[in-house]
């Protein structure tokens, strides 16, 4: 279970590096979250190892602000995405309850943006009889752009989305079964609302 949540997850964050400062800032939102976790719990090696990261995302930040002269590609994604993974697997321990469960739907908020974007274009590909690694311009930040959105907008929004709902899941915590509830609803509602209004706009410019 936990090869495969680290290669799903190391994909997913692969999936949201399509538009400019989006996979960056969402790894600066991660290293951030984690470090001050970690910090709290005196785990020293991966609160450092998270400030390295920031730090060389921070740098990285300035050169892939549109029009973005460098660029993270497939390894650069998957490495940090598979570090993200790696340290986020970590953290499960620090909030951990004998069942597990509180822990996971932690783990899960934090990872919600790219969990839901990889699940519903997957979903998208399986019931359209296509192959899941077929790249599409179905994912969330894709949608958002068709919007009307910039590319930093786009990544302002994510940001704020999944810092929003990690903050709710997180004070939710100690009742894991109506965070899970609440985090499957903010998410499924989020998706719909941006393809709706998408489709919307697509078929008012038609």
Same mark, same amino acid.
């Given at each position: 279970?936990?090869?495969?949540?680290?290669?799903?997850?190391?994909? +997913?964050?692969n999936y949201i590096d =399509?538009?400019?400062?989006?996979?960056?800032?969402? +790894?600066?939102?991660?290293?951030?979250?984690?470090?001050?976790?970690?910090?709290?719990?005196?785990?020293?090696?991966?609160?450092?190892?998270?400030?390295?990261?920031?730090?060389?995302?921070?740098?990285?930040?300035?050169?892939?602000?549109?029009? +973005?002269?460098?660029?993270?590609?497939?390894? =650069?994604?998957?490495?940090?995405?598979?570090?993200?993974?790696?340290?986020s697997l970590k953290g499960?321990?620090?909030?951990?309850?004998?069942? =597990?469960?509180?822990?996971?739907?932690?783990?899960?908020?934090?990872?919600?943006?790219?969990t839901f974007d990889a699940?519903?274009?997957?979903?998208?590909?399986?019931?359209?009889?296509?192959?899941?690694?077929? =790249?599409?311009?179905?994912?969330?930040?894709?949608?958002?752009?068709?919007?009307?959105?910039?590319?930093?907008?786009?990544?302002?929004?994510?940001?704020?989305?999944?810092?929003?709902?990690?903050?709710?899941?997180?004070?939710?915590?100690?009742?894991?079964?109506?965070?899970?509830?609440?985090?499957?609803?903010?998410?499924?509602?989020?998706?719909?609302?941006?393809?709706?209004?998408?489709?919307?706009?697509?078929?008012?410019?038609?």
């Amino acid at each position: 279970i936990t090869i495969v949540a680290v290669v799903f997850y190391t994909n +997913a964050f692969n999936y949201i590096d =399509g538009i400019d400062t989006m996979a960056a800032t969402y +790894a600066l939102y991660v290293f951030f979250i984690l470090g001050i976790l970690f910090t709290i719990h005196g785990m020293w090696t991966e609160m450092f190892i998270c400030v390295i990261f920031g730090g060389a995302m921070c740098g990285f930040y300035i050169f892939n602000l549109t029009p +973005a002269r460098v660029f993270l590609g497939d390894s =650069g994604s998957l490495f940090i995405g598979l570090t993200m993974a790696f340290l986020s697997l970590k953290g499960l321990n620090l909030t951990i309850d004998k069942s =597990g469960t509180q822990s996971l739907v932690v783990f899960l908020a934090l990872w919600s943006y790219p969990t839901f974007d990889a699940l519903q274009v997957t979903i998208i590909r399986l019931y359209k009889r296509k192959s899941i690694f077929l =790249g599409d311009k179905r994912h969330m930040h894709h949608l958002l752009i068709g919007l009307g959105l910039t590319h930093v907008q786009a990544s302002v929004f994510m940001l704020w989305h999944s810092f929003t709902t990690f903050s709710i899941i997180y004070i939710l915590r100690g009742s894991p079964n109506v965070a899970l509830v609440a985090l499957v609803v903010t998410m499924v509602t989020t998706v719909l609302i941006i393809k709706r209004l998408y489709h919307k706009r697509q078929h008012r410019t038609t």
